[in-house]
């Protein structure tokens, strides 16, 4: 008999899919102590979150989150809403004992996040960021043979995470669906939504960011206001560039935009080693790209590495060798990894605090990007 937790989902957009999706299938793959159920979702509009709810088979709905936090038939409260209502949800879920699964980033700044870490961990509930892309299985071999030292000392780290989608000065701003161009509810533009999850990923693989040097731009600098129906000013950054320096003193170039015309979602990673250096590419998420100094130089070369093989990270779970699985899945090993840290009592990573250190990278980006200047990660 599996131990139940009530899931409490709050948002019904594309992420609030994703995660549904995860705790439906989890235990049908996973051997795990706990079992979710999707016990209610909340969300303002009523009739939405009905079909929601009727389409991923949650048992109730709210309209209210503070109602839903306080319920006391719930065990986890998901966070799926724009970015500006991250702190107050969490810090209600907190003091309500609730467990909270948050969507990236985990805050608007490093200032809310901080008071987010200090919430959960006086209030003791078990907590993870939504970082997903950690656990698609190539992501996590990469950090494994790094984590094994196969790469030896690291003297580069080179993200990539390129969009087109806002090309065009006739979007709006705001409201349900474009929330992520408006600066007072996502926070920041690409810093906050894509690079976040190029800096946590970088930072599982290669420890923490020193100092950072960055180059930010707004192309369209007003938009139509969806709330306000007036146009305005556009406070996002829509591409940012930087530069970092590793704790481990290796070097590091990151980039993103929304105006790469062409690519939808081409996040890539490479990383150079004295021995050894790796590739992945999120379009092509099975393959990871690893090439050995120390094999025969006859036959040295990029391997690709198809990481489907039931030795590989998560996929003795699914199929048989050869067979892939795709970007849900990596939702569906995040909430597995989670319930495992509950029966270990050891937290699966990352936690808020962990996240907190991607948030502080993020505004020291930020900060450099208005200066100009070099900028010390809190
Ligand atoms: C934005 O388009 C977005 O959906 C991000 O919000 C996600 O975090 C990223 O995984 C894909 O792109």
């Given at each position: 008999m599996k131990n139940t937790l009530n899931v409490g989902m709050i948002g019904y957009g594309f992420m609030a899919r994703a995660h549904s999706n995860a705790y439906r299938k989890v235990n049908n793959f996973f051997d795990l102590e706990y079992r979710p159920v999707l016990k209610a979702v909340c969300a303002r509009d009523a009739a939405k979150v009905k079909t929601f709810a009727e389409t991923w088979g949650y048992e109730s709905v709210e309209t209210d989150w503070r109602k839903l936090v306080e319920r006391k038939d719930l065990d986890v409260i998901d966070v799926c809403t724009p970015n500006n209502l991250h702190r107050e949800i969490a810090l209600a879920a907190a003091a309500a004992g609730k467990m909270i699964l948050c969507e990236k980033p985990l805050a608007m700044n490093s200032q809310e996040g901080a008071e987010m870490v200090t919430a959960i961990e006086k209030a003791g509930v078990a907590n993870m960021v939504w970082y997903n892309y950690r656990r698609v299985p190539a992501v996590t071999l990469a950090q494994r043979l790094v984590e094994e030292g196969r790469l030896g000392r690291i003297f580069h780290y080179r993200a990539v995470f390129l969009q087109d989608w806002?090309?065009?000065?006739d979007l709006p701003q705001g409201g349900t669906a474009l929330w992520r161009l408006d600066v007072a509810a996502?926070?920041?533009?690409?810093?906050?939504?894509?690079l976040a999850h190029c800096i946590d990923t970088a930072i599982w693989i290669n420890g923490g960011i020193a100092r950072v040097t960055a180059m930010t731009e707004t192309f369209v600098k007003e938009r139509k206001h969806n709330l306000t129906g007036k146009v305005e000013p556009v406070g996002i950054d829509d591409a940012c560039a930087f530069l970092a320096r590793f704790k481990n003193g290796s070097l590091a170039t990151f980039e993103s935009t929304r105006y790469a015309r062409g690519h939808k979602a081409l996040y890539t990673f490479e990383i150079n080693g004295e021995k050894a250096s790796i590739q992945w590419d999120l379009h092509d998420l099975h393959r990871l790209s690893y090439f050995d100094h120390r094999d025969d130089g006859r036959l040295r070369g990029w391997r690709s590495i198809h990481v489907t093989d039931g030795e590989h990270p998560y996929m003795s779970k699914w199929w048989v060798p050869g067979l892939q699985i795709g970007y849900e899945h990596s939702f569906v090993h995040q909430v597995a990894d989670f319930f495992e840290g509950l029966t270990r009592n050891r937290p699966a990573s990352p936690t808020f605090r962990d996240a907190q250190e991607t948030q502080k990278v993020c505004d020291a980006v930020l900060q450099s990007g208005r200066t100009g200047q070099w900028v010390e990660v809190e």
């Open positions: 806002t090309i065009s000065a996502a926070g920041s533009g690409v810093t906050g939504d894509l």
